[in-house]
């Protein structure tokens, strides 16, 4: 019987155990801890409660996590659509940059037309001057032949005087003689007076000749004068369409410009929009990794859930198996209840404490019971949480399947349009190809239109010529029916002297003669007094000759001036293009270095908040706020030779023996933190190379640089190029700060390098000092023994390779290259490859 009660015992404490051995809720705490159950109380317990709070939590997280990531979602969403409107703002303007380049083939040709219409200009000038100085040349034989006429006159004035002394003479000699001695000499004094008509009509119808002539000259050279007004009005209104020309490149000029500052700022935005899309797809491998993760997750579950799933089949076939035998022995306790009843029936009471002893036999099996129920409870509520947790997981993972779908939709919609895009730059180059060939097509019509007019001028001036000639030839062949006319005149004269002297004349036949003498020596004086008014027009006509021929020389003056100013809008054109290009560049290495600037992100060091300047001003250092710098030793600083320019002529050995200057400090330099140092050695260093570099070509263009512990000092800058290291508004400024995490900044006219360590200083210096041009003597090109000696191939190969080529002059003897060194030594390559 004490054995009996002993096992009974130790069975309820291993059921109360591994009831308490139930594991704990989130908290630590065992409030949810099955205590010993009461045997009729049933099977319902506190602890499916508390799994059912915790199933809801878990499902709160989860309908929060979903929230979450739509939220994300719809960011995402809304950052695509920025990159798609910014992606289209940058096709606009590349297309606005198009029709930019458009307009300055435009103005090109538009220039080449203006060089066209003033080199006709210069060739009408040139005729006009030939033409002048052939007219001059006519008119000073036409001086010459009125000087000998005069000439003549006087001499004809001076025989009329003769005569008249001579009748004067045979009058008093006839006074003294009869009456028909008298009468004689009036008859010849007649005959003389009548041959003194004849000559003064013969000298009145030469002066009318002279006076048709001068006249005819007068209108000529009238009209040679309204035409030179017309060309000179001409010109001054082709000045005036240049000059607004010229205004408006200008402001053309000033719109590219304005267009560049944009173009950089968009470059900047796209450079932007691209750290945003990295980010994004940085945020998108992160989400496809959280996607993985939760499909490990739901295939663990899954397995934890088939694993379970087995476990409870297990279990339920025990409890299967323990209710049958609970059932069996069941009824063996009852059986051997009615067989105990029935014994104690039969048997008296003494026989009472065996009975006792079985009932306490019969009591583990109870027990067992009971624990079996509690167990498969705990196994329900297990069952009932793992299923809703599977459930959420499959929503979860529909959820993440249809976001996933999403993405790759609107993936591929930025495929297509990425595509479409493509499609339409091909189909505006194409286009831009075809009104290139239409530009050329139309420039040829033009030259040979411009070629048939100068044809027809030409044909005109030949045909003005031979009209001239044939008026020459109808004018000498009324001189001839002149000469004729005299002739007849002069017979008739002798007729008329036959007839005077046969018939008398009285003595009003004189005074008659005498009034008409009186008459003709008027007209004379009349013809003289216009001879001497178209004497003074023609002066005057010389005088608007020289003005013209003046304001001529200006015009050409101003043209060559016009010249000039269009040469240099070129120069400042191809320097566009030339910025334009470098902005492609600069754009092609900002994308390269995107590229490195991910994978460098995670080791990037604080920045240096430094303010950036080009001008003197001391208040720069003030701003410096470097965040305890680490100055290294002075054993540790190595010289380090940039490899950035190269000679090998005498010139340059001369400038290469150059000494150690001081360090240079200024009283805002001494409030850097940098400055205790005192006792440091500057290290002053040229950007020449050794002479056995390069031994082809010098270079004259000379940047040092010292370095100290703490800064590198930059001399050597040209005022120019001031401008290339700081950039478009601190641009590129900006970006060397950002790259190497230093600070720029100028202070009269040194270039100072702060912050950061050695390695970042130097390799900022040797950016900025491969960007800057130089200037290279070539001694061993021959421009007349190359390729490229014609002056449009040394213009593309420049313009290709943005440098400039300089010919040998009197400040230069040898072929010189402007531009940056890598640049310098290509072109360098190519000519001298080019050599015959």
């Known amino acids: 019987m004490d054995f009996f009660s002993r096992m009974t015992e130790s069975q309820t404490r291993r059921s109360a155990v591994n009831l308490n051995k139930i594991k704990p809720d989130v908290a630590c705490s065992n409030q949810h801890a099955l205590t010993r159950p009461v045997i009729n109380d049933g099977f319902s317990t506190s602890s499916g409660e508390d799994l059912n709070n915790q199933s809801f939590l878990r499902l709160m997280a989860t309908v929060e996590e979903k929230n979450l990531i739509a939220l994300e979602n719809q960011r995402l969403a809304n950052e695509l659509s920025l990159a798609q409107s910014q992606l289209t703002d940058s096709s606009s303007k590349l297309q606005m940059f198009q029709n930019v380049h458009d307009e300055l083939a435009t103005t090109k040709s538009q220039l080449e037309e203006k060089e066209s219409l003033i080199f006709d200009m210069t060739e009408k000038n040139l005729f006009l001057t030939n033409e002048n100085s052939r007219l001059r040349r006519k008119i000073d034989r036409d001086r010459l032949l009125e000087s000998s006429r005069a000439i003549e006159k006087k001499l004809m004035l001076l025989n009329k005087e003769r005569l008249v002394n001579h009748v004067n003479v045979l009058q008093t000699q006839l006074k003294s003689n009869s009456n028909l001695q008298m009468f004689q000499n009036l008859h010849i004094e007649l005959a003389k007076t009548k041959s003194k008509l004849e000559k003064q009509n013969s000298l009145i119808t030469d002066m009318t000749e002279k006076n048709l002539r001068l006249a005819n000259d007068d209108s000529r050279l009238r009209r040679k004068v309204e035409d030179r007004d017309r060309i000179i009005a001409s010109s001054a209104i082709e000045k005036n369409l240049i000059v607004l020309d010229k205004e408006r490149l200008t402001n053309e000029l000033s719109l590219l410009q304005s267009q560049l500052t944009d173009s950089s700022s968009k470059l900047q935005m796209f450079q932007n929009v691209h750290d945003e899309l990295a980010t994004t797809k940085i945020e998108l491998e992160n989400n496809k990794r959280e996607m993985t993760n939760i499909e490990e997750k739901n295939l663990r579950l899954t397995n934890d859930d088939s694993r379970l799933r087995r476990k409870i089949e297990d279990r339920d076939k025990l409890i299967a198996s323990s209710q049958a035998e609970v059932e069996a022995l069941k009824n063996c306790l009852d059986e051997q209840k009615l067989s105990k009843v029935h014994d104690e029936l039969a048997v008296a009471k003494p026989s009472s404490p065996i009975a006792s002893s079985r009932a306490i036999e019969n009591n583990p099996f109870v027990l067992d019971k009971e624990r079996l129920e509690n167990e498969l409870s705990l196994l329900q509520s297990q069952l009932t949480d793992s299923s809703s947790k599977l459930q959420n997981v ?61 044809e027809k001028k030409l044909h005109k001036v030949h045909n003005e010529l031979a009209s001239s000639q044939r008026a020459l030839v109808s004018k000498n062949r009324a001189i001839i029916k002149l000469q004729e006319q005299n002739q007849e005149s002069r017979a008739e004269l002798e007729k008329l002297r036959t007839c005077l002297s046969e018939q008398q004349l009285d003595t009003s036949q004189l005074a008659v003669a005498t009034r008409e003498l009186e008459s003709k020596s008027r007209t004379i004086t009349e013809l003289e007094a216009k001879n001497l008014t178209l004497a003074e027009n023609d002066s005057q006509l010389r005088q608007k000759m020289e003005e013209t021929d003046r304001l001529l020389l200006s015009s050409k003056a101003e043209a060559n001036e016009l010249r000039a100013s269009l040469t240099n809008q070129t120069d400042t054109i191809e320097q566009l293009l030339d910025q334009v290009k470098s902005l492609e560049k600069e754009k092609d290495e900002a994308l390269q270095k995107l590229a490195e600037m991910e994978n460098n992100q995670k080791g990037m060091k604080p920045k240096l908040t430094v303010g950036v300047g080009c001008g003197s001003n001391e208040e720069v250092f003030s701003q410096l706020q470097i965040e305890e710098p680490i100055i290294p030793p002075v054993s540790e600083i190595t010289e380090i030779l940039t490899p950035f320019l190269a000679c090998n002529s005498t010139a340059v050995q001369a400038k290469s023996s150059v000494t150690e200057p001081q360090p240079l400090v200024t009283d805002a330099m001494e409030n850097t933190p940098a400055q205790t140092f005192n006792e440091k050695k500057a290290v002053k260093q040229s950007t020449k190379q050794p002479q056995a570099a390069l031994p082809e070509f010098s270079i004259t263009t000379t940047i040092e640089k010292e370095v100290y512990v703490d800064r590198i000092v930059v001399t050597g800058i040209a005022n120019k190029d001031c401008g290339r290291v700081v950039g478009r508004h601190g641009s590129n400024a900006k970006r060397i700060e950002e790259e190497y995490w230093v600070s720029v900044y100028f202070i009269n006219g040194y270039l100072f390098i702060t912050g950061g360590d050695a390695e970042s200083r130097l390799a900022a210096c040797s950016d900025i000092i491969d960007n800057l041009p130089v200037t290279i003597e070539c001694p061993k090109i021959n421009l007349r023994r190359n390729i490229f000696y014609e002056d449009y191939l040394l213009r593309e190969l420049a313009f290709n390779h943005n440098v400039q080529i300089y010919r040998p002059c009197q400040e230069n003897k040898y072929v010189t290259i402007w531009g940056t060194l890598a640049n310098c030594k290509r072109v360098y390559a190519i000519l001298q490859n080019g050599t015959r």
């Open 394 to 454: 499959h929503d979860e993972l529909a959820t993440t399947k249809s976001e996933l779908e999403e993405k790759e939709r609107v993936m591929t919609e930025i495929i297509a349009e990425n595509v479409h895009l493509t499609n339409e730059n091909s189909v505006l180059m194409r286009k831009i190809e075809a009104k290139d060939r239409l530009i050329a097509y139309k420039r040829t019509k033009f030259e040979e239109l411009h070629n048939c007019y100068e």
